[in-house]
């Protein structure tokens, strides 16, 4: 089992090195290609609306030279084995600094949303799964497409609307206190436990078919021992690998989310920067989420194996 | 259960009230933070009273002392003596003098400030003074200085090259900046003037209108700036609030090419523009512009001009007078060119692409080819600056120094990326130049607005209005047609 752990994880590792570079070279590519002057783009960012003129534009190109050029990009490439991501052009803070406020702020809001829809999804799709075809079960179907079907701006705008205006619970947007973490957590939870819920039925629905399941409620334990001793583990694999895979989801969701509830996360940054043309700001931040995919797929890889024993022992 | 328990827990053990009055006031605005520097972030660090200026400004637009007491310029005009304040200290305990604000105002004019754009040879201290001195006579320059990109901050947060730290001389010091959306303040000790009344306050950067609209409603903000006007509208009903507006020196106007555009068909397409209906069901104000410079702008509104009217078929007849004919397709044309108009704009003002379709709709019918190219605001200098441009559509402020003369010199003196293209008048220009140097005889200004009334560079649409809801909790906000303060550090929790 080790060496098969070993073996993925130097899969991943290669896959780790291929992403740094191909997230380099391509977002620099797009940078280029994407129409009008950069120059003016980076000083229409640092000096507002009012004041961006053309003698602002040429103050911020005698500062930082041709940002579209091959030496920014090989100079890019230098810093990267230097662990150096170099600095933002538009603020001139170094980019390890800025992801390190924007990505810590959008892992909290990523973890605390998984978390919840951990705590929303997989019991009540366990339930769903015990009495398939009851009211419960028939109720989760609607909720889950009800949730899974609406846009996150909406399901946004209504928890704030009901949870920080109507009751006064919690605030409305922010971002530095703990309670300010819930309703944009919530928001993502609820779409990501839609999805969570039906694996954990569907897979729960599989397992009471299965023989081994049959088999030891023939052995005479009874169903929550069975649930609890067997049924657990083989449900935790799907529901693990979709978590994963709904951490893709997440960053798309998070832009969304994160502007809504005035959040200073990564998906906020990557679009700024875009718009603002700030080439490092750009590579830096599609690297560092590039190498949290493969990150969270590994870990993913490790928590399967180590559930789902078979695997490794063929 | 455990897990539903566990959740229930965690709901109720975070759901605090989230009422406002927690002791800490809390600002909500649309601008982001870019940067620690007066430059790129200082109108903020300026509305938080972090940060103050060399002159001040009242409600009305008059320079008073701020860090300086009182100025005095040489005879020839070439040398402005500055007197600074006693017993300003920094927010790093270092002491405001002559040398720190030289300092910082020579950082200020290499990196992007105002400053840069008067006509300064150099800056010299002595003990408690400054001295700029000029190359021409340049009367507008403490009005340059009372702007926020003007702002004195300790020469020991730009040792380095760049500013790192905010460090002014304001009631309020910083205690955390969180580039792009929040920055924590607290009242500071060794303030020179009255003591910050709240202690604490934070500005949170919050790009959504709806989101700052629900902050607002919720409580969580005390002051709430640039409400959509939607929101505006829906807020007027809501309880424990109030909101405000007041008119402000900002006017949204068409930038049109002069030399694609002259200045007979440029008149004809003012005359094509429903500017009453564009300000009550765009914008929901009470009226348009009816000429370039608001009433709130005390001497260059000018009630003896004839307002801009509302005139399509008007409009049509002077497009043909102006060369101007429908071709096989029905489009104008003039020298076998069809009439193509561009209208450049920008979304960062909700309001923008809404106004562009109305023009877009208007020049249409006269029989003009109009295109919409909603896109990133630099594209406006840019393509000024490399002449592609045909119609821009922006709001400008006319008091981003307190005297618009400044924004005039920028944008008429005879064009600027924010104001005319391609247009020139030669009265005009030397009118601007010798009203910002001081030496304008009697009339220069009324001569100025009529110029701009009568030949049109640019065709103003409608007079901005400056709105903000502020919380029953908190009293004594200041509506600052300037833009430059929010009284921030005299607001105290209403009783």
Partial sequence: ?314 | MFRTLTLSLLMAGTALPAMANDGVLDVVAPFELTGADPVTSGHVFLKMDVTETLVDADAEGRLVPGLATEWKSSADGLDWIFTLRDNVSFHDGSAMDGAAAAKALDWLRANGGLLAKAPVAAISSEDQTVTITLTEPFAMLPAMLAEHRSAIIAPSSFAGGPVTEVIGTGPYRVTEFSPPNKMTVEAFGDYWGDAAAIDRAVYHGVGRSETRALMAESGDADITLSLDPASFTRLKGAEGLQVRSAPIPRVLMLKVNSEIFDQATRKALSLAIDRAGIAKAVLRYETGATQMFPPGMAGWHDTTLAPLAYDPEAAKAALAEAGWLPNAEGILEKDGKPMEIELLTYPDRPELPLVAAVLEQQFAALGAKPVINSTNFSEIPAKHNDGTLSTALFARNFALVPDPVGTLLQDYAPGGDWGAMGWSNGDFTKGVKAMAAGTAPEGTREDLVATLHEEMPVLPIAWYELNMAVSDEVSGVVIDPFERTLGLASVTWAE
Avoid: C
């Avoid at chain 1, 629905?205 to 023989?211: G, I, K, L």
């Fill in chain 1, 1 to 314: 089992m080790l060496l098969s752990i070993g073996r993925s994880l130097g899969w991943r590792l290669a896959q780790a090195g291929l992403v740094a570079i191909l997230v380099g070279v391509l977002s620099f590519a797009m940078m280029r290609a994407l129409p009008g002057d950069m120059i003016f783009r980076i000083a229409a960012a640092r000096f507002g609306y009012d004041n961006v003129t053309a003698e602002n534009a040429e103050l911020v190109r005698s500062q930082i030279g041709d940002p579209a050029g091959i030496s920014a990009f090989l100079g890019w490439i230098a810093g990267l084995f230097r662990g150096d991501l170099g600095t933002s052009l538009v603020t001139g803070e170094t980019v390890l600094a800025e992801i390190a406020h924007q990505f810590g702020a959008t892992a909290e809001l990523a973890g605390v949303a998984i978390l919840l829809s951990l705590l929303i999804g997989p019991p009540l799709g366990l339930w769903a799964g015990l009495h398939p075809g009851g009211w419960f079960d028939r109720a989760t179907v609607l909720l889950a497409s009800v949730f899974k079907a609406t846009p996150q701006f909406l399901l946004g705008l209504v928890l704030i609307v009901v949870v920080a205006i109507g009751m006064g619970l919690l605030p409305a947007a922010g971002h530095g206190e703990a309670r300010h973490l819930i309703l944009p957590g919530l928001t993502l939870a609820l779409g990501l436990a839609a999805n969570t819920t039906r694996i954990t039925r569907e897979a729960v629905v599989q397992a009471r078919d299965s023989d081994w399941w049959r088999f030891a409620r023939w052995k005479g334990l009874s169903e929550r021992q069975v649930v609890l001793r067997h049924g657990l583990r083989h449900v935790a694999v799907p529901v693990l690998t979709l978590i994963a895979a709904q951490f893709v989801a997440l960053m798309e969701g998070v832009v969304v989310v994160e502007t809504i509830f005035g959040w200073p996360g990564i998906g906020h940054a990557l679009v700024h920067a875009v718009f603002h043309r700030d080439v490092p700001m750009v590579q830096g931040t599609a690297l560092i989420m590039g190498l949290a995919f493969v990150l969270i797929n590994a870990l993913a890889d490790i928590a399967a194996r180590v559930l789902d024993p078979r695997e490794a022992a063929q």
